[in-house]
Structures are given as structure tokens and as C-alpha cells.
């Protein structure tokens, strides 16, 4: 097989989205080949340690973390292979066990039990119309895959279970829908963005609760559940409204190629290529946990957001068949180099980002901000402010910018200091420099040497460069 | 291995190579119109820069070319040894060997190590596809857009990257490190070693690892 799909003996460990020192963050051109080891310092705190000391602010806390290899140029392709993983941070609200305890919500939390991740990937097979069978194409997988498996099948019992779940990419935006056993859309529960519990749960099905759905732009899903590369959503499903022989199935929007009949019956309206995985409803035997008790509707309350020190804004744009991320002063853009920050900023403060996606190149593009997590206070449409989505308006890391949009975020930079990134998580993106790198300094003076080395927008450097070659 | 020994050095190609099954080995003219197997000749144990250009062209490619000539000197030990440019023409039709002799030599591009290669536009569009294409149409198919990537390709890794035409030059030399042969364990101590003494000294310095100012 012809394939271009080859991964890279180089890594660099990013944890997705940790709070921790830049050393450890996986920072993109900190790679390093075989015989060569690194030690990465996870602390595993809320953020706000210096202004709350020991594990920092518990009003930040966050669960469904994922890591990956962050390899500058072959992020896609050792991602495809399969260099990434989730990384569940339990604390006394979410504690990994259902048994009454202080502080506890009680949600649905044995590892593998109740809890479970689903982590999506999409690969190729069969080979494209034009005869293409790279794995890694623009086109996507033409198999859907659950947790490494094709169509999976998973036995439920008759109570809440929790699902994890994660878009590990490399490139597809997965819209999802829980399917009843009379072909009707079921309400699914969500009750965290990329790893940070809202406020309250937000219950998605295709009748009362439709609005909350985030699959309102081209493709529409009515009770979808729209999840962009890098996105995570921990959902809840309960499966006691059904009765014990029910079966019922997790669909995806796209269709992929399936070659053989349902070996199940299925519900009406729905095709086997659409069929992502099966949940298959049994009695709840007696040695498995009971039920949880209901939902809370309160899950967590956010620290109020500190004032604004500075704006900013990245334009995420496409400029002569080249990704670039654009600052306010640039004409082009810029590319990612691993040696030149593009922004500077002093610890512990606060900034308003506008991302935006205004240019019409008809990509999505989900931006991911490493660091620390951000609160989206507007969104726009083609310019035009729209009201937040639901599920946009608690904590995230990651912010899906379709064609047109754009998003005012407000971030911290505090506890530590050093190098990150922001950049375009669909894979094949990031691999052609869609990615900035910008830096949080201690003090007044790191700041003015910062900026005096700041990345210069790589045209005018270009023209510059040039003009010096010609006179010599 | 010492760097000269490194320079000097034929490398064989990584076993995982994949060779002309993603190569082709398709029979190309360079600009002294002398016919070079693809892989044989000139991808094979090699660390190699692909462009794609035409001579005529007056949008990007003088200044990609303008860029690779400043590259060059930064590079002019290694170029010829185990380095290389190719230049692919996507206008085979009109790109003779001749013609690319002259865009070369009105350039003073005319360099050893630096190929400007022509041949059958079926072969040309293959390899333009399988190095650039990621089943993405736009990528250097476009008349006007073809000089958006730099491809670096090291055989004897088996490794490629990419590099941006018009990202600064510091940047593209970056990039080419990046596929350079194997080093020696000890090489990469000593200078892992020197780095950390670098970053040990700006956290003195400044209270923080800058690693910026390099």
C-alpha cells in the first residue's frame, strides 16, 4: 500500500489540558528521538495556586484530561498510530466511586464499571474515489472507530452510566445522537466541556431540550452532539427508562461503508453505516452497583473572572493555500516557530482573545489554547455577535471556530511562567503550521527582551531577508 | 562519528524505507540534461529539499528561489555531499532541460547539489502528488499557489518534514536540522549538555526558561 502515513520515533508528551510548567507541557519543537527520555511534572492542581496556595483553586477543577504526542510536522500521523491516551484526575466531588461521601455529587463512577471513556478516531481502509489509501487524507477515515473498535458492542445494565467521550481526531467533526429502540433520539446528559463540569447539566435530546444542541450550523442534527477534534464531553445516559432485551445505538451524523446487514433489527430510520456502537440493555444483576441518586442540578460554581489587563486577537486564516495564525499588526500571518513567541504577556494576568475564523475558507477550525482553561464571553457569527451556546458557556479548552466564526475568550496566565502554544487541533492543520507559540514572562524586563524577540510576521521578515541578499 | 566523517560519509538507506514504491524511480532530465533516476540517483541514503517551480513563473517562485540560494550558503558544506536541492518543474512542456539551464544560470543557482529536474508530466504529477498530497487537491497543484511547501526528505531516516517556503530562513534551517542524519549518543549528550547549561544559566538570569533567543 502506497501511504504517506508513517509515524515519527520522535515525541514530545502534551497533556491536554494541563495546568503545569511549560518543561512539561509537550511544547511542539521539544521533541526528542529514541534513546532520549523526559521527565514531565504533572502537579494535578486546580489553577489559582498562588493566590489560594497548596492545590490551588477548587472552584478550577477538571477530570477528563487526554494526552498526546505534540510532534511539530507529525502530530496527525503519530496520532493516527495511536500515541495518545486519556488521563482521569479524580478529586472529593467526583471521587471514582458512587458510595456517599462528603462533598461527593455521586455521579455514575467506577472506572470501567459505570464510567467509561469513548475515545473516537476515524481511519482508512478501502481506498478513496480518486484511489488514494493514505490513512491521513483530507477526506478522513472511512471506518469510524469507538475506543479501537469498529461498531463496538457494550452491555448496560438498567441505571446511569457516565461516557467519557473524545475526539481524538485526526481531522473529522463527529456529531452524535443516542438512538431509542422506537427510533426516536434519546436525551443524553452533559455534564462537562473538555474536562471541567458546568455549572449545570445540560440535557440534549430532539424535542424540549433541542436548543441546547450544538449541531445547529450545516450538517443540522436536531438533539446532536456536535464534538470537533480535541473536544471532550462526559455525558450521562440512563439506560433505567428502558427495559432489560432493548437495544440501543450511539449515531454518527456521516456514513461510513459497512459491508454486511444489522446482525440486530434495527430501529426504524436509522442505517448500519450510521451506527457508531450498540448499548445493549440488561436487569441490573444484584452484585452490580445500584443506581446513583439523580443528577445534581448544581455541579460546581465558577470563581467570578478577574478584570481584563489587555486584548488580543488570532485570526485563524488560510492565505494562498498556507494555514497561518494572524496577530492585529499582520498583513499574512505567521507559522509556527519554535523559537520566537508571537505574544507576550506578564504572569498574572488576565486577556480578552477574539479567535476568529472570519475569513471564508469554509474549514472549522477548533482552536486549542494549552495552559490553562478560558470562559467564552461572546460569540459571532460572520461578525455578528449570537448569543453563547449552552455548551460553549462553561470552562473549555478547546473552541470550535466553523467557517464565519469567531469567539471572544478571557484567560489567566498565572502560577506559572514560560512557553505555550495556540493553535488549530485538527491535526492536519497544526502539521502545516497552524500554530503560534506565545509566552507568559515573570517580570517587566522579561517582558520588553520578549517582545524586542517577538516573531516577526513572516512576509515582511521575508521581504526584509530578501532585500539583504539583493544588496549583498 | 565526527562531523566530517558524517559529511563525507554514503549513507544506506533506513531498511524501513519505502523507497520507489512511494518515490517511483521515474527517469528525469536535470538541467545539464543528464537522466536521473528518482529514487536511484537521487532521494536514495540522501537528505534532500523538494520544491516545486517553473521558470517562467513571476509570482512566488523567484523568491523561493531566492530563499533556497540563501540556504544554500548557509549550507555549502554539506550541499553535494549529503545534501540536496531538487527543484521540480510543473511545467514539464515548457521546462526543457535547456530552459532550466538558463533560469539556473541567469540566477547563479547553477550550484552543485542543486538539481533542476524535468521529465514525463505523468511522473512529474506522481511525485508532486506523493509528496505533497494529502489527498488535498490544493496543495501545489494550483498554478499560483505551488511553492507553498518545502518538503525535506532524509532516506537514510526514513524521515520527511516540511517547511514553509516563505517562513524565515532561521526557521527553514530549523526544520532542515530536524531531518539531519542520526547523531551519535554522545554527540546528542554533549550537546543536550550544552543546552542545559544554556537554560540553567537563564534561569539564573531571569527566574524562567526562556530558550528563545537562540
Not at chain 1, 104 to 123: C, N
Amino acid at each position: 500500500m502506497t501511504t504517506t502515513t508513517f509515524g515519527r520515533n520522535e515525541i514530545t508528551v502534551h497533556l491536554h489540558n494541563g495546568h503545569h510548567g511549560s518543561e512539561s507541557d509537550g511544547f511542539a519543537g521539544d521533541f526528542f528521538g529514541t534513546g532520549f527520555w523526559k521527565d514531565n511534572l504533572y502537579p494535578n492542581c486546580y489553577a489559582g495556586l498562588d493566590a489560594f496556595g497548596g492545590n490551588g483553586d477548587p472552584r478550577e477543577k477538571m477530570g477528563s484530561f487526554w494526552f498526546h504526542d505534540h510532534r511539530a510536522e507529525f502530530t496527525l500521523n503519530n496520532n493516527v498510530l495511536g500515541l495518545n491516551g486519556m488521563y482521569i484526575v479524580y478529586d472529593e466531588t467526583d471521587p471514582g466511586h458512587e458510595a456517599p461521601a462528603a462533598n461527593s455529587l455521586q455521579l455514575p463512577g467506577y472506572y470501567g464499571v459505570t464510567d467509561f471513556p469513548l475515545e473516537l478516531v476515524d481511519h482508512r481502509f478501502c481506498p478513496t474515489a480518486n484511489g488514494r489509501t493514505e490513512l491521513v487524507n483530507a477526506a478522513g477515515g472511512d471506518k469510524f472507530i469507538v475506543n479501537g473498535m469498529i461498531q463496538p458492542s457494550m452491555t448496560v445494565r438498567r441505571r446511569k452510566y457516565r461516557f467519557r467521550i473524545l475526539n481524538t481526531g485526526p481531522t473529522q467533526t463527529y456529531d452524535l445522537t443516542l438512538i431509542k429502540p422506537d427510533g426516536s433520539v434519546g436525551t443524553i446528559t452533559v455534564i462537562a466541556t473538555d474536562a471541567n463540569f458546568l455549572e449545570h447539566p445540560i440535557p440534549i435530546d430532539a424535542g424540549a431540550n433541542a436548543g441546547n444542541s450544538n449541531s445547529t450550523t450545516a450538517p443540522i442534527v436536531p438533539g446532536g452532539l456536535r464534538v470537533s477534534v480535541a473536544e471532550r464531553y462526559d455525558i450521562i445516559i440512563d439506560f433505567a427508562q428502558f427495559k432489560s432485551g432493548d437495544k440501543l445505538y450511539l449515531k454518527e451524523n456521516r456514513t461510513m461503508f459497512v459491508g454486511n446487514p444489522s446482525p440486530d433489527p434495527l430501529p426504524s430510520g436509522l442505517n448500519i453505516g450510521n451506527v457508531l456502537m450498540q448499548f445493549k440493555v440488561v436487569n441490573t444483576e444484584p452484585w452490580f452497583p445500584a443506581d446513583t441518586p439523580p443528577i445534581p442540578a448544581t455541579l460546581c460554581t465558577y470563581p467570578p473572572l478577574p478584570a481584563t489587563d489587555n486584548t488580543w486577537e488570532w485570526q485563524f486564516v488560510l492565505v494562498g493555500g498556507r494555514f497561518r495564525v494572524k496577530r492585529p499588526f499582520d498583513t499574512v500571518g505567521c507559522t509556527f516557530d519554535p523559537d520566537h513567541s508571537a505574544h507576550c504577556m506578564l504572569q498574572g494576568t488576565t486577556e480578552e482573545w477574539l479567535l476568529n475564523n472570519n475569513i471564508a475558507s469554509g474549514w472549522t477550525h477548533p482552536v486549542h489554547i494549552h495552559f490553562e482553561e478560558f470562559r467564552t464571553l461572546k460569540r459571532f457569527v460572520n461578525g455578528v455577535e449570537v448569543p453563547v451556546p449552552p455548551l460553549m458557556s462553561g470552562r473549555k479548552d478547546v473552541s470550535r471556530l466553523e467557517a464565519g466564526q469567531g469567539a471572544l475568550i478571557k484567560m489567566q496566565f498565572r502560577d506559572y511562567s514560560g512557553r505555550y502554544l495556540i493553535h488549530c487541533h485538527n491535526m492536519a492543520h497544526e502539521d502545516n503550521f497552524m500554530m503560534v507559540r506565545w509566552d507568559i514572562v515573570p517580570d517587566q524586563a522579561s517582558l520588553d527582551a520578549c517582545i524586542a524577540n517577538q516573531q516577526i510576521c513572516e512576509l515582511e521578515m521575508k521581504a526584509k531577508e530578501l532585500f539583504r541578499e539583493e544588496v549583498a | 562519528m565526527d562531523r566530517r566523517e558524517m559529511l563525507t560519509r554514503v549513507f544506506e538507506p533506513h531498511p524501513a524505507s519505502p523507497g520507489v514504491t512511494r518515490y517511483t524511480n521515474a527517469v528525469l532530465r536535470n538541467q545539464n540534461n543528464e537522466a536521473v533516476k528518482f529514487y536511484d540517483d537521487l532521494i536514495r541514503g540522501k537528505q534532500c529539499v523538494v520544491n516545486f517551480m517553473y521558470a517562467e513563473c513571476h509570482g512566488s517562485c523567484p523568491a523561493v528561489t531566492q530563499t533556497l540560494k540563501t540556504i544554500y550558503r548557509q549550507l555549502k558544506d554539506r550541499m553535494g555531499r549529503d545534501l540536496f536541492f531538487y527543484s521540480m518543474t510543473i511545467k514539464p512542456d515548457e521546462d526543457t532541460p535547456a530552459a532550466l539551464k538558463h533560469y539556473a544560470e541567469s540566477r547563479n543557482v547553477d550550484l552543485p547539489g542543486w538539481y533542476f529536474l524535468t521529465g514525463d508530466p505523468y511522473d512529474l504529477e506522481t511525485i508532486r502528488f506523493r509528496l505533497f498530497g494529502m489527498d488535498h487537491p490544493g496543495f501545489d497543484s494550483d498554478l499560483t499557489l505551488h511553492t507553498s511547501y518545502l518538503r525535506i526528505i532524509n532516506d537514510a531516516r526514513n524521515s520527511w518534514g516540511m517547511a514553509q517556503a516563505f517562513a524565515t530562513n532561521a526557521n527553514i534551517l530549523r526544520r532542515i536540522a530536524w531531518q539531519d542524519p542520526p547523531k551519535s549518543y554522545a554527540e546528542r549528550v554533549i550537546e543536550s549538555r550544552a543546552r542545559q547549561a544554556v537554560i540553567e544559566q537563564e534561569v539564573k538570569k531571569y527566574g524562567y526558561r526562556r530558550d528563545s533567543m537562540s
